[in-house]
């Protein structure tokens, strides 16, 4: 996955900026493997395996939250962002007009 390598130097990197980086590559990495949980699942006739595969999914979705609230609570950026979109109710869309004024 070409998200995995850095796109500057490393040397020219800040230590927030790769721990940043390793955050969100494994918050892309938990993601990837929650799609091909479920997709094997829907794929799967056996219902036993099918139900393995969905509890695994269900591990990669907390484990991606995890990151995510890493990310909240270590990037200015994010908490701002989390908490004018997450957990609102009403259309997503209309929201973001009316935050900017778009």
């Not at 094997?40 to 269900?58: S, V």
């Not at 989390?82 to 209309?94: N, V």
């Amino acid at each position: 996955m070409s998200s995995e390598g850095l796109h500057a130097p490393r040397e020219r990197l800040s230590d927030k900026t790769l721990t940043m980086h390793h955050a969100i590559v494994s918050l892309m990495e938990e993601l990837e493997a929650t799609d091909w949980y479920r997709q094997r699942a829907d794929d799967c006739e056996d219902e036993g395996l099918k139900a393995i595969l969905l509890h695994n999914m269900r591990e990669e979705i907390e484990h991606a939250c995890m990151v995510l609230e890493w990310l909240r609570r270590n990037s200015e950026d994010f908490d701002r962002e989390m908490r004018e979109y997450l957990f609102k109710d009403g259309d997503i869309a209309a929201h973001e007009e009316e935050a900017t004024g778009k």
